[in-house]
Every structure is written in structure tokens, then in C-alpha cells.
């Protein structure tokens, strides 16, 4: 119980005063970067539009893969299309698909993990075995077919992602609350008859919130990596939208003509977002973690 | 005289947090002869055992020695290179630790518990004839030897203990410091395990210092007493002194909250307040929050270790203005 | 130091090893057992063979225990090994021939049912037709005697007569003669029910042709069920290979991988046998052709090249590597315009260049609004860019096409010019005509396919929706759809507007003048047009009616002209083709036909 | 109740599991968008054609029956012992046994994984274990950021850039393909009527006792395994290294130390020993990523496993095709879990279930 309170002060305090991490060793320091990177992307995307020299979609703005240079800082790539501009927006579509794939992972995961440990017996047993089951296949096969029968679109391909990754919000959030379950504090909220669901959101919810954070942290740089993935087998949105998943592709097909601009720049940037996220994530799981507190 | 077994001398001992600098362990001394039992006492967070681990130069991350000195019969082994330091542990100082059920390792088998330890620290020592010593140590604290090749998690939390005990002497060393040795293990099991560390001590003719926080255990056990406070020695003093005439208010309240069977009208006191947060720890006495005579000058000012005779040193004013009348 | 972490390590890689290669094992170990019984009845006995091989397997063991103690010199004298290798390697360059490419046989080898360009090319090196197509044929295609050596068609070209060459042997010394040329047709033709689109279905052969009749040991006549000018054409293509009866069965084979008549040199008489066809999940991994000792032509040191190897590669890119690397002496098909156009400058390799046959036209759906209207058609139409569209894309290696028809073939027009490129004026007139302006633009989906069925397909749809907007008229969706996807949606009728491709089956007109009004394309034209629709039929058939072909390039003119007036599908542009070959490499021909004839490659120094 | 009792239980607890896999996919396929049959026909899909097609792929069926088919093929044993693989039906686009194309496809997935798990848990543990016993220094740090780097980098892209170092640039490896074609494949084992061979080329190739061919092997699955056990190690580094810290927290660690014991007993016999096993667990489930991972790399290096298979059919709308490598995947999965569980039994005295 002492752990899991600790746990969620640490979560509290670290809301509380973000500045505080600095305090907090590497681990505080890796959150801090990390959120800086991502604050930057996405405040990059949303402003491509103003800032942006060239329309990202027009084609021929400059000689075709024209290496960097003044002009055309990143290059520009096989249809004449100024990387740069692409670059600033490119993030948009991988941000949305992600976003909305957390959120779906979140909003299905997590009840259904804390109902299905909540209930117990065959219930639970029922459902554990339909999440294991898709838990133990290659995810990326369930995302490509998924994104197959759906189409192209952001939904679909956020909906593909997150049936990948809902089993393991499912699975953290249910070993959690088996463990919560039996401690005394819930047992005695059980003892003064409170009900499933008060005991649910009020007793066991808030204690399994940082392993959730971590997760979607996670989750997120996965998410970003996956839609790339499912971009390069050709299973991207619509060309017309500058995404760096396509220029990625492009890249690859045209590095052997040496535009090792093409695909380094957008490369980059997608390490770059799940760098932030992941750092995020492994900062908190890092501070998170009881047992590695002094 | 010759050299005890072994001096501490005014030793210090810091944890650098990121919070801040915790003085766990603060000018502690005391000196134990061969054969003798030392109790450390104090509550939970006193840092007896960081005194404890420090002898065995294994304070926890981040903590490290600052000052002072620990001499093995002479030798200042605050000085010793790790390498010396190791054939020290285990083979000269041997530590018992609180917790049986976790101080064993889960994938290992008792009997290598015993060889790696044998083998380690006698090399020309065979695999072979380790295990006949581990036996018959086994055998000697009751243990059938058959079981040498079972499990740790195969074991109860007294055979366990017993266990502890014997890697602890299985080299004869010369001190044995067993850290709240019962206080995992129900009373009748404490009992034993008491009385076979004071048989063995005796056997062995080695020292043996005992961290507890149950004063009773300490009294009715050991030769000398040391009472920890806050990281401070309030109190250091031959049992029988000690029983006699505590001085330092603190003691006085620990003893008091002993149950003694010859007053039977006597209540119960505990003392009052808790013990103090280390990281921000009260100016001057550390005890006087909690401290029914404490006087302006004590929370300003810390009261020196000072002798009221027959080798009872005590921290506290009361006594250190009685000691300069004299 | 990580003595222990290593042990760990392999702890789990054994573990990882047995758990799963038990499942090969067992596999393979039943297979055995299958090979020893076919019998299930006899299983016991087979399971007793099996103990038994695992007994043996255990002094296998033993024996392994010796070889790896030979390793130890093996690996000494290695080097040694690898110069030999090396020195056989440099001997057999000369008569061996890798050849890297992306295609793969789809199905099978049987020129009754294979209709993809891989299995037709390997069909070409190991089998042998009536008539050939001249290599290097320019102008359209010239025929010349192959298996037979002269022919002639009744006046109304519905009969047609030909003698055969005497003396040609299949490899297992059948004589080859009348009746197997009778054989083959009707084999293709009886087939054709019984599977998907095998060749002949595809090209209609059940349609055409009538009957084959046997008239001498040299002599075949068939009977067409229409005047049919283009038959040397269909003659001339793989699925009129001849077959050796014993070895094509008139029941349905597949000629796939591990089927030993895929792999006999006995079954066809072309200047190479397969000797070596491996697939792995329906995939090339390796296919070997080994020099027909048995050609009729051999006397003209025909194969050139003893041995022709094909490496199989997932994606152009990496064969452009292999390519550069040296990996192999001939790069074919899909390496991309840009790679190549690098490679010309590339010392290391030479590159080839060649008209192509390879068309792509956008289609519009005329069963709803807006291309139900014939103006929007051709204001859509005018708007193009097809040098935009080329030069952007393909860097310049495609050519604008104004005509169904390819350049380089009978009939070949410039129609679509009078509409012209990117002529904006026009499209704004029909469209304000049409009741679209700035203020309410004509808006549509324009679908293009995304699996890679089609050469940079995202790209054109990028550049063409760019050159559309460009009036300013005109507002574009791209959308797009995999290959499955794509072909429902256009069967469905559910695309507006999309860009699809086609590859001849015959060299000749007459397999593209049809796509303006093919019924698989789904655009609804014949529906909606039947006028127009019919004249165009009309003027097709008449076109396959006669031999005279100035007669022929008027009518298929006249055909182009109605379908710039109504604009149904509109031609946007003709690949060209290439090959990329080391520095040494001769006696490649690219011509119209898109054959890649191996037999006639050598390697000079 | 006993380990074999347990793994009895699971191997048959996996049932229900690949069967609702299986069904999942049945649906899933025939919801797809476009038909296997269309995909037959460009110029003449007369409907005749299409029927006849139908029947031929078994599709004019009720789809229950299609389902209840499918099944029965896949517990077909004499079928199994025929051809040494078990009925997946026919390919709906080239007509072949499922059964033969995919365990012709397998064993170069299976080689992959192996290796790679290999390289990322070697890179994992040493990296792990060095990191933790130099906690919060600067080798620390920099072990941490290389594991999380690996994590956030594209498989492919980390694929693509070996091949232009090692393939195009330096020239030393060969950028795709299992084999060099002017190496025909290993043999395997060929001693009087038995033959046996794994498929994994690497073993093949030493049970024929050549050694070249092992080269050339090696040589061509070096950047694949390499490119994918990269982007695993981050992971691994990860667990071995929090893994580690806790446990060298823990008293029976401090408890030997006070025994003065060697480091290296300490770190390996007491610290790792324990800590591995967590881990070891990870890796279990691992597994399924790495899979997933490994449908990337194959199309990144044109390595033809299965990976590339499931990817092309699921062009071709090929149910069965992909049908039957779903199964194998799961099958495959399961047994690695299998295989972890009872080393993990093996590992760790406490369990005796």
C-alpha cells in the first residue's frame, strides 16, 4: 500500500511541479527532454502553415532532388517538392493517427481491464484469453489487415494501431488491480459496502493511473513508429497530404540514386517524436518504480 | 591493556540525497573485547543498522563513511582496499541479517551457499570438503544435513535463520553482528535462536553485537549497551550499570516501556511524539522534542558525550552539569 | 567477464532453437517417413524407419563430431577453396548469364494458362511458336517462319494455311508435325473452361479461332470464326506455344515449381530448357535455364549464352544496388526511371533503351454526374499535362500519348492533340458551358491504385490532380485503393475518375483500339453512347477484316477521332522500356514487342 | 501439479486461442474489400467464368461451410502424414498447398528470429548488467540512451541505412536475398535414404559440411538480424537493467556481499540469476513484436519468409494463404512461450507448479 501511495505522490508531485524533475536525477531530466521534443513538434506542425516557405503539396516549386542547399535547406525530393515545407507538416497525419490510437487504446483498455479483474472468475478468464490471443500475434499483421479491410484514412488507421496495442493497457491495468484488489484499504471500503464501481474509480482507478501513463507513453512512440510502418508497406493515407511516412518511402526509393536527403530528414523526425515519447515514458517508469526508490 | 577487538572511533555516516544530506550516524564510539556482546538499541530509523552495515563498509547507495575510524584489532578497516575489504566480510566480521525469508538466495541451494562462501575465502579448500563442513555445521544448529540440497523457499523462517547463522560462523569469525536477528520470527523461535547465538559465541569465544529495538531483549543478552538516537549515541554503558541507573531520559523511557514481571503494579509508558525526520533534524539535543526536562539551552545547543563513571558515558545537560559540579 | 550472461543467452537460444525447429523437423522427418510408405495403412512400419533414423541420427551425431573436428582444415585451407571458386566462378562467367529482376512467374508454365509477362518471357526461352516476331521490328511487327516456314490466308482472312519446317525434333526425339500444332490449339482452346483466364481465354482464342485441321504431316489449316487480319499476331504470342502431347496432358497441369514436367526439357522445343525452378510461397527464388542441346536453330549457335540464372528481388531499389554492385550481369524490368537515368552515367554499367508497349489512360464514370455530360469529359481532358506528367514522373522516360494506340505501331495517331495540354481556356469554356466557375468549381474523386500494380501511381495522381487545379475550375480528391480494393471499386462503378493501365497481349492494334470501349473497364460508354459505341465497333471489326494497311490506319484514325470527341478514356502516356546490363553484355533487342529473347544475349569481353 | 501436467494444459489452452484467432481472421478476410476471384479476370469476367472460378476456389459454399472445411482440413492426419504439413487448403490465387508454400516460406522467418534474438539479447543482458552495476554514471547514461535510441528508430529505416553503408557504400554485404543465386541452397544432411534438413540455411549448410555455403549464409543474414536485433536490444537493455537494480537491491544480494563473496558471483550468480528471469518472461512475449518486426525487415532486405508472404496475400485477398500463416504464427508464438515457460521452470526453483 506504502509503495503504491509513494507511487502516486511521486505522480502528484511530479504534476505538480514539472520544474521539480530537474531535482529528480537523469530519469527527470529524460521526462523534461522528452516533453520538450514533443511540445516542439507539435507546436512546429501546428504553425507549419504560417512558417512553411513553400506550399508543401506543389510540385516543381524547385529541380527535381535538388540536394540541400540556401534555397531549399532540406532538399527537395523526386517531384520537386520542398522537403523542408514538408517536414514542418508532415507530422500532422502520424500525430492524429497516434493521438486517436491512445485515446481508443485508453478508452477500451483500461475499463475493460478493470472490469474484467474486478469481476474475476470465468468472466475475466473469457476475456484474458481473447486479449491473449491477440497480445501473442505479431501486431503488425493485425494492424496491416485491419488497414487493409478499412482503407486508407486517419480513423482506420488509428482504429488498426489501437487493436494492437488495447492488450497491453488491458493486461498492466488487470495485473494491477489483481495486486490492489487484496489490500486492506479496498477490502475495507468493500467492508463499509461501497460500490463496485465508487471502489473502481475512487479506490483502485487512481492507482493504476502512472502504470497507464507510462504505457500510453509508450504507446505513443509505438503508435508513431506502427503508422510508419503500415505507410512503408503502402498502406499510408493519401498521397496528397505531406506525411512523413510517405517521404520516408519515397526515400528509400530513390536513395539508391544517392537523395539521401529524402529519407534522413523525415527519418529523423520520426525517430526524433518517439525519442521524445519514449524518454518520456521510460523517465516516468523509472521514477514510477518503488522498488527503485531510496 | 591490549588492543580490543574492536575501536570505532567517532565514526560519521552520510546519505547525499537529492533532497539533501542525511547524517545517519554522527561521533559514534565504542570499543568490544573478545567474547563480549554489544547491544545497539534504538528505534527504527535510529540508524543502528547503518552503524551496523558501516562496520562491514556496506552502507546502502548512496551513503558513504565520512569521518572516523574502525579498527579490527588494530587495523583501521576504513582504510582497507575493497579486495581486503572482502576477505574481511564473511571470513572476520560475519552479519546476520533481519529478514530470513529474503537474505538467502531463491535460486541457489543451501549447500552452495556454503561452498561459494567456504571456497571463496579458502581457496585449497575442495567443493567436496566444504560441503562436509556445511553439513556438520547444518547438524550442529539442528538442521538434518539430507536438506543441504534443497531450496531456500523449502525452508521455514527459523530454519532459514538457523541457516543465516550458520554462514555466519561457518568461518569462525572473530565478530558476528546480527541485526534484529528475531524480530521476523515468532517468540518461541526468537528464543532459540537467541540462545543459539549466545552457545555459539561462547563456543567460539567470537563477539557479537546485537541490533535490536526491544531494550529488553538487549538487557537481559549483552554486556554493553549503546542507545541510539536520531543517528546520536545518547547512551553507552555496561548492562548492569545501565539496569541500575539510566540517566538519559530517553533510556529511562524505553525502560519504562518495558513490561517487567517483579512490579506488577508498574504501567506502561511509552514516549511520547516520533522520532525525528532526519532530513531536517531538530537543532541542538535531538531528543528534546519528545523530552519531558527539556530546557531552553537544549534545543539550541547540543549536549556533549560526557562520563559519569564506571565507563557510562550519557548525552545529555542534566547530567553534564552534575558532571562539571564535581 | 559475461561468461554467465552468455551461457544465459544460448540457455534461451537452444531453447528458442528446439521449440521451433522440432516444428521443421518433425515436418521434414515426416516427409522422409512419406517418401519411405506413401501408405498410411503401413504407418507402423514407417514409424519403425523412423525410430531407426533417429537411431542413425544419433551416429549422424557422431559423425558430425569428426566433420566439425574437419572444419578446423577446412577452414585452413578455405582460402584455397574460395581462389578455386573464384577461378571456376571467371570460367563459367562466359557461358552463364544472371539475370536480376522483380517479376515472378504468377502461376505456372503452361502456355495454356499462363497470362503474366514473367511466365510468357521464360515460356518464349523454352518454347517455340509458329510464327516470330523479327527482333529489332520497328515499324509494327514483321513475322518470320519459326516452326512454321510459310503461310497464307484465304481472301476473306477467315482460313488460314501454313507449312511447317521439317526435321524439328522435341528433346525426346518425337518428331514434330501437323498434328501437334492441332494438339496444342485444341488443348488451349478445351482448357479454357476449366481455368480462371489462362492466356487463350484472355486473348479469346475460343472466339476466334473455330477449328484446326491437320492437312499433311506439314500442313495445319485453321478455320477463324471472323475475318481476322491480326492471327500472326496471336500466333506469334507464348499462349500458341506448341506443346509435346505426352507431357502436356489434355487435363488441366499446372507447370508450377517441384512438378517434373515443369522442369523437363522434353515438353517444348525452345533454345532453353528449364533446369531448375525453385518458388517459395509462391514466389521465384531461383529459376535456371540450361541451353537446348535438342534446338532446331542450334546450328545458327543459338542460345548464344549456355546458361541463363535469374535472381529474384523484392523491390527495384535493391536491384538497382545489385546492378551497381556487380551483383548481376543484367538488370530487366522496374528499375526506376531515376535509378536508370543515374546509371546511364554510371561507367560500370551500360543501359539499353527501347520503344514500350505499356499504357496508361484515365477513365471517367459516365453512369453518374458530373461525366455523364460529354463536356465535362473533354474539359477534364483539355486540362492534362501528359508532358508534365511525364517529365515529373518519369524524368522524360515516358512519351505523351494522343492515341489509345502506342507510337511505333499501325494506327498510331495524334488525336488527342487538337484538345491539346493544359488548355485552360477550353476547359473553362466547357465548364462555364457545363455551369462550373472559380466560385463553384467542378469537384471529383480522382482514385489511383496504391499497392504498386502500377509504376509511381501516387505520384501521377499527385502531378495530374496539380495540372487539373491549375485551371482553376477544378477541384480534386485523390483517394486511393490496393490493387483488390481498386478493382472492385471498378467493378462496383463507384470511382468517377481513375487512371488504369494496359499491357498487349499481341502486337497489334487491334489488342488497344478496343479499351476505348472495353466492358471491363466499366465506364458505361457503351451504355451511354451506344452510337458512337457501335460506329467504333464497326469500324474495329472492319479494321480486322483486311490485310491492306493503309486501310487499316484510316479506320483505327476514324476511332481515335470519335473518342476525342467523346473522351470516355483518354490515353495520358506510353512507357518506354530499358534494360541495364554490365558493360559486356550484347545482342539485347527492345523493340515493340516488349520480348526480352535471351537466346540471343552473349557476354563479349 | 507438474511441469509436463502444466504444459499439457497449455499446449491445449493454445487450442482455444488459434481457433479464435482463426475464426477472427475467417471474418475478418471475407469482410475485406475486393474478391479473390475478381482478381482472376481483366479483359472476359463473364459471370459464367466467375462461377466456374467460384467453384473451383470452393467459394460458392455457405460461408459456414467454407468455415467447418477449413477446420476439418486442418486436423486431416493422413493428409499431414502425406505431405509432411497439414492441410491449409488450396491458394486461392496460385492453387498450391497453403501447407507447402508456407513451410517452404517459414524456416527464413524462423532464422531470422532466431538470430536476432540472439544479437538482442546478447547486446541486451551485457549492456543491461554493465549499466546497472554503473548506476547513474556516465556509462549509465549513455547505455540508457543508446537502448532508448534503438527503440524509437524505424526498423526499416535503420534497414535501409546498413544497406547503404554495407551493401552500396563499403560493398561487403549483399543488400537482400537469403542467397546468393550463384550459391544454390544448402542440402542439408544426405546420409544413404535419410535426408534431413532444417531449412535454416545456417544449420543446412554445416550438416552438408560446407563450409563456404555457411559463409555465404552468414553473410546474408548478417545485416537482417542485425538491423532487427538492434531494435529489440533497446527493450532487452531496458528490462535487464531496471530488473537488475531492483534485485541488487535486495537483501540476499547485501547478504552475500557481507559473505564476501566475489563481484562477478555477486553481479551473475545472485544478481542476474534472479533478475534474468523477469526478462526472460519479457522475451517470451517479445517474440510476437519480433515477428511483426520481422514482416519489415523481410520486405526490407527481399528476405522471402513469411512475413513477405502474409504482406503479398493480403494484396491478393488470398484467405487461405493468409489463413494458414496466421496459424502458423500463433502456433509458432505459442511454442516459444511454451519453450520460455519451462525454461523459466527450469530456471527458477520456486516454480514446481
Keep these: 500500500m506504502s509503495k503504491i501511495r509513494s507511487k502516486l505522490n511521486v505522480l502528484k508531485h511530479f504534476i505538480s511541479e514539472f520544474t521539480s524533475l530537474t531535482k529528480r536525477g537523469p530519469s527527470g531530466w529524460m521526462v523534461i527532454i522528452g516533453v520538450i521534443i514533443v511540445l516542439a513538434i507539435v507546436l512546429m506542425t501546428l504553425l507549419s502553415p504560417w512558417i512553411s516557405p513553400h506550399n508543401p503539396a506543389a510540385t516543381n516549386v524547385g529541380p527535381i532532388r535538388a540536394p540541400p542547399s540556401a534555397e531549399f535547406p532540406l532538399g527537395t525530393n523526386h517531384l520537386g517538392q520542398d522537403m523542408l515545407s514538408r517536414i514542418l507538416c508532415g507530422g500532422s497525419i502520424m500525430l492524429q493517427v497516434s493521438a486517436l490510437s491512445v485515446l481508443v487504446c485508453f478508452l477500451i483498455g483500461v475499463p475493460l481491464g478493470l472490469f474484467s479483474s474486478y469481476v474475476g472468475g470465468n468472466v475475466d478468464k473469457v476475456i484474458s484469453l481473447i486479449i491473449d490471443a491477440v497480445y501473442a500475434f505479431p501486431g503488425l499483421v493485425i494492424a496491416i489487415a485491419i488497414a487493409a479491410m478499412l482503407g486508407p484514412g486517419v480513423i482506420n488507421m488509428a482504429l488498426s494501431i489501437a487493436v494492437v496495442y488495447i492488450p497491453s493497457y488491458f493486461r498492466i491495468v488487470r495485473s494491477q488491480v489483481l495486486s490492489i484488489k487484496e489490500l486492506s484499504y479496498v477490502e475495507a471500503a468493500k467492508a463499509i459496502g461501497a460500490k463496485w464501481h465508487t471502489i473502481l474509480s475512487r479506490y483502485i482507478f487512481p492507482n493504476v493511473v502512472p502504470s497507464i501513463v507510462v504505457i500510453a507513453t509508450i504507446n505513443f512512440a509505438d503508435a508513431v513508429l506502427t503508422a510508419a510502418g503500415l505507410t512503408f508497406i503502402g498502406l499510408g493515407i493519401s498521397k496528397a497530404i505531406p506525411d512523413w511516412g510517405w517521404d520516408l518511402y519515397d526515400g528509400w526509393r530513390y536513395l539508391s540514386s544517392g537523395a539521401w536527403w529524402i529519407i534522413t530528414f523525415p527519418g529523423l523526425m520520426i525517430i526524433l517524436i518517439a525519442l521524445g515519447f519514449t524518454m518520456i515514458g521510460e523517465g516516468l517508469s523509472e521514477l514510477l518504480n518503488p522498488k527503485l526508490q531510496h | 591493556m591490549e588492543t580490543p577487538l574492536l575501536k570505532v572511533d567517532s565514526l560519521f555516516v552520510d546519505y547525499p540525497t537529492s533532497r539533501g544530506t542525511i547524517h545517519a550516524v554522527e561521533n559514534v564510539s565504542f570499543s568490544l573485547e573478545k567474547g563480549e556482546t554489544l547491544g545497539l538499541a534504538g ?170 529495538h526491544d531494550l529488553s531483549i538487549i538487557l537481559e543478552r549483552c554486556d554493553k549497551v549503546l542507545i541510539l538516537y536520531g543517528g546520536h549515541m545518547l547512551e553507552y554503558a555496561s548492562t548492569i550499570e545501565l539496569h541500575k541507573n539510566p540517566m538519559h531520559p530517553y533510556t529511562q523511557g524505553l525502560l519504562q516501556s518495558i513490561p517487567n514481571i517483579e512490579l506488577a503494579d508498574q504501567r506502561l509508558r511509552a514516549i511520547p511524539g516520533s522520532p525525528p525526520d532526519m532530513l531536517h533534524p531538530p537543532k541542538g539535543c535531538r531528543f528534546w522534542p519528545r523530552c519531558s526536562y527539556a530546557t531552553e539551552v537544549c534545543r539550541v545547543k547540543e549536549p556533549p558525550l560526557v562520563d559519569v563513571g564506571h565507563n557510562h558515558l550519557v548525552r545529555c545537560f542534566m547530567h553534564s552539569k552534575e558532571a562539571s559540579r564535581h | ?485 481498386y478493382k472492385k471499386n471498378r467493378d462496383d462503378e463507384i470511382m468517377q475518375a481513375y487512371i488504369y493501365g494496359w499491357y498487349p497481349d499481341y502486337v497489334d492494334p487491334d489488342d488497344y483500339a478496343f479499351l476505348y470501349w472495353a466492358k471491363w473497364i466499366h465506364t458505361n460508354y457503351d451504355k451511354v453512347n451506344p452510337d458512337k459505341y457501335n460506329q467504333q465497333v464497326d469500324l474495329y471489326n472492319q479494321a480486322r477484316a483486311t490485310t491492306n494497311t493503309t486501310l487499316r490506319a484510316e479506320l483505327y484514325a476514324q476511332i481515335d477521332d470519335i473518342a476525342v470527341e467523346m473522351c470516355s478514356v483518354v490515353p495520358l502516356y506510353v512507357s518506354s522500356a530499358w534494360a541495364v546490363t554490365k558493360p559486356n553484355i550484347y545482342g539485347i533487342y527492345l523493340d515493340i514487342t516488349q520480348d526480352m529473347r535471351y537466346w540471343l544475349i552473349y557476354i563479349g569481353e | 501439479m507438474g511441469l509436463r501436467s502444466y504444459i499439457l494444459t497449455r499446449i491445449l489452452l493454445t487450442i482455444p486461442t488459434l481457433l479464435l484467432l482463426l475464426s477472427a481472421v475467417f471474418i475478418v478476410m471475407r469482410v475485406l474489400p475486393g474478391d479473390p476471384v475478381a482478381l482472376h479476370f481483366e479483359k472476359r469476367a463473364t459471370p459464367e467464368t466467375m462461377e466456374a472460378m467460384r467453384r473451383v476456389l470452393g467459394m460458392d459454399k455457405p460461408l459456414w461451410m467454407q468455415y467447418v472445411d477449413y477446420l476439418s482440413g486442418l486436423v486431416d492426419i493422413p493428409y499431414l502424414f502425406e505431405h509432411g504439413y497439414p492441410n491449409l487448403g488450396k491458394s486461392m490465387q496460385t492453387f498450391e498447398d497453403v501447407g507447402g508454400q508456407i513451410f517452404s516460406a517459414f524456416p527464413a522467418t524462423l532464422e531470422l528470429a532466431i538470430y536476432s534474438t540472439l544479437i538482442a539479447t546478447l547486446i541486451g543482458i551485457v549492456l543491461g548488467v554493465i549499466s546497472s552495476k554503473h548506476y547513474h554514471s556516465i556509462i549509465d547514461h549513455l547505455i540508457r540512451g543508446f537502448g532508448t535510441v534503438t527503440y524509437a528508430i524505424p526498423i526499416f529505416f535503420l534497414g535501409i541505412i546498413f544497406q547503404l553503408i554495407f551493401g552500396v557504400y563499403l560493398r561487403w554485404l549483399p543488400t537482400g536475398l537469403r542467397l546468393s543465386p550463384t550459391v544454390s541452397p544448402p542440402t542439408g544432411l544426405n546420409i544413404g535414404g535419410i535426408h534431413i534438413a532444417t531449412g535454416l540455411y545456417t544449420i543446412d549448410s554445416l550438416l552438408e559440411g560446407n563450409i563456404f555455403k555457411f559463409f555465404e549464409c552468414v553473410k546474408a543474414l548478417l545485416l537482417p538480424s542485425l538491423t532487427l536485433g538492434l531494435i529489440l536490444s533497446g527493450i532487452f537493455i531496458r528490462l535487464t537493467r531496471t530488473n537488475m537494480l531492483e534485485t541488487l537491491r535486495l537483501d540476499f544480494v547485501t547478504a552475500a556481499k557481507a559473505r564476501g563473496l566475489n563481484e562477478s558471483t555477486i553481479t551473475y550468480g545472485y544478481a542476474l540469476r534472479n533478475a534474468f528471469l523477469p526478462v526472460l518472461t519479457m522475451m517470451g512475449m517479445q517474440f510476437a513484436i519480433l515477428l511483426g518486426g520481422a514482416i519489415l525487415t523481410e520486405t526490407t532486405f527481399s528476405w522471402p519468409g513469411l512475413g513477405r508472404y502474409i504482406v503479398d496475400r493480403i494484396n491478393f485477398r488470398d484467405y487461405t494463404a493468409i489463413q494458414g500463416a496466421i496459424v502458423m504464427f500463433g502456433l509458432f508464438v505459442t511454442l516459444v512461450s511454451l519453450a520460455v515457460d519451462i525454461l523459466y521452470a527450469y530456471l527458477d526453483p520456486r516454480i514446481r507448479y
Design chain 2, 43 to 212: 528505534e527504527s530509523g535510529s540508524g543502528k543498522s547503518t552503524l551496523g552495515l558501516s562496520l562491514m563498509r556496506l552502507v546502502p547507495y548512496p551513503g558513504v563513511i565520512v569521518k572516523g575510524s574502525i579498527k579490527l584489532d588494530g587495523t583501521d578497516i576504513t582504510k582497507l582496499s575493497e579486495n581486503e575489504m572482502r576477505s574481511i566480510r564473511g571470513k572476520r566480521i560475519a552479519y546476520i541479517f533481519q529478514d530470513p525469508m529474503t537474505s538467502l538466495n531463491p535460486v541457489k541451494k543451501i549447500g552452495d551457499h556454503f561452498t561459494e562462501l567456504i571456497c571463496t575465502h579458502e581457496p585449497n579448500k575442495s567443493r567436496e570438503e566444504a560441503l562436509e563442513r556445511a553439513k556438520k555445521i547444518l547438524k550442529n544448529l539442528g538442521i538434518p544435513s539430507e536438506r543441504i540440497n534443497d531450496y531456500p523457499h523449502q525452508f521455514s523462517g527459523g530454519m532459514r535463520q538457523r541457516i543465516m547463522i550458520g554462514l555466519a560462523i561457518a568461518l569462525n569469525p572473530d565478530l558476528v553482528i546480527a541485526d534484529e536477528p528475531t524480530t521476523a520470527l515468532d517468540v518461541i523461535v526468537q528464543a532459540k535462536i537467541l540462545d543459539l547465538l549466545e552457545s555459539l559465541r561462547d563456543a567460539y569465544g567470537m563477539a557479537l553485537i546485537l541490533i535490536s
Design chain 3, 1 to 485: 567477464m559475461n561468461k554467465i550472461d552468455l551461457t544465459i543467452a544460448v540457455l534461451v537460444l537452444i531453447a528458442i532453437i528446439i521449440s521451433s525447429s522440432t516444428l521443421v523437423y518433425t515436418t521434414t522427418v515426416m516427409s522422409n517417413v512419406s517418401t519411405l510408405t506413401s501408405d498410411v495403412s503401413t504407418l507402423t512400419t514407417s514409424v519403425g524407419n523412423l525410430t531407426s533414423t533417429i537411431g542413425t541420427l544419433t551416429t549422424i551425431v557422431g559423425d558430425l563430431a569428426e566433420k566439425v573436428g574437419g572444419y578446423s582444415e577446412a577452414i585452413a585451407n578455405l582460402t584455397a577453396r574460395l581462389a578455386a571458386i573464384e577461378a571456376a566462378l571467371a570460367a563459367r562467367e562466359k557461358e552463364t548469364l544472371i539475370v536480376g529482376t522483380t517479376d515472378s512467374v504468377e502461376l505456372t508454365l503452361d502456355p495454356a494458362q499462363a497470362y503474366d509477362y514473367f511466365g510468357w518471357c521464360i515460356l518464349q526461352q523454352i518454347g517455340g511458336t509458329l510464327v516470330a516476331v523479327k527482333p529489332g521490328s520497328t515499324t509494327g511487327a514483321d513475322f518470320v517462319p519459326e516452326l512454321a516456314e510459310s503461310w497464307n490466308a484465304s481472301a476473306d482472312l477467315d482460313v488460314w494455311d501454313f507449312t511447317l519446317r521439317q526435321g524439328i525434333k522435341f528433346p525426346d526425339g518425337t518428331e514434330f508435325n501437323a498434328t501437334h500444332v492441332k494438339y496444342s490449339f485444341d488443348r488451349a482452346i478445351g482448357l479454357i473452361p476449366s481455368i480462371p483466364e489462362g492466356a487463350p481465354a484472355g486473348l479469346g482464342y475460343d472466339a476466334i479461332i473455330n477449328r484446326t485441321e491437320v492437312l499433311g504431316t506439314y500442313k495445319v489449316r485453321f478455320y477463324l470464326n471472323f475475318p481476322f487480319s491480326p492471327f500472326l499476331g496471336i500466333l506469334a504470342c507464348r499462349a500458341s506455344t506448341i506443346v509435346n502431347p505426352k507431357y502436356a496432358p489434355m487435363a488441366q497441369v499446372n507447370y508450377t515449381a517441384g512438378d517434373p514436367r515443369a522442369s523437363t526439357p522434353v515438353a517444348f522445343v525452345g533454345p532453353y530448357y528449364l533446369a531448375k525452378w525453385d518458388r517459395v510461397a509462391g514466389r521465384d527464388i531461383e529459376i535456371r535455364l540450361d541451353a537446348n542441346p535438342y534446338y532446331w536453330n542450334a546450328t545458327s549457335e543459338y542460345p548464344k549464352t549456355e546458361h541463363v540464372i535469374f535472381k529474384f528481388y523484392s523491390d527495384p531499389s535493391t536491384l538497382r544496388l545489385a546492378v551497381e554492385a556487380g551483383d548481376v550481369d543484367m538488370a530487366f524490368r522496374h528499375i526506376s526511371a531515376t535509378d536508370v537515368l543515374d546509371l546511364q552515367t554510371n561507367p560500370n554499367v551500360k543501359v539499353w533503351w527501347g520503344t514500350g508497349a505499356f499504357i496508361q489512360y484515365l477513365c471517367f464514370q459516365e453512369k453518374y454526374a458530373p461525366f455523364n455530360d460529354t463536356r465535362v469529359r473533354v474539359a477534364v481532358t483539355a486540362a492534362l499535362n501528359r508532358s508534365a506528367l511525364c517529365n515529373t514522373v518519369f524524368l522524360g522516360l515516358a512519351d505523351p500519348l494522343y492515341s489509345i494506340i502506342p507510337p511505333g505501331m499501325l494506327g498510331h495517331t495524334e488525336a488527342f492533340k487538337k484538345l491539346g495540354d493544359a488548355n485552360y481556356t477550353l476547359t473553362r469554356s466547357l465548364l462555364a458551358e457545363a455551369g462550373y466557375d472559380e466560385s463553384n468549381p467542378l469537384t471529383f474523386d480522382l482514385w489511383y491504385e496504391s499497392s504498386g500494380h502500377y509504376p509511381s501511381s501516387a505520384d501521377q495522381a499527385v502531378v495530374i490532380k496539380e495540372a487539373l487545379e491549375a485551371s482553376g475550375v477544378i477541384h480534386v480528391n485523390l483517394k486511393s485503393a490496393d490493387w483488390a480494393s
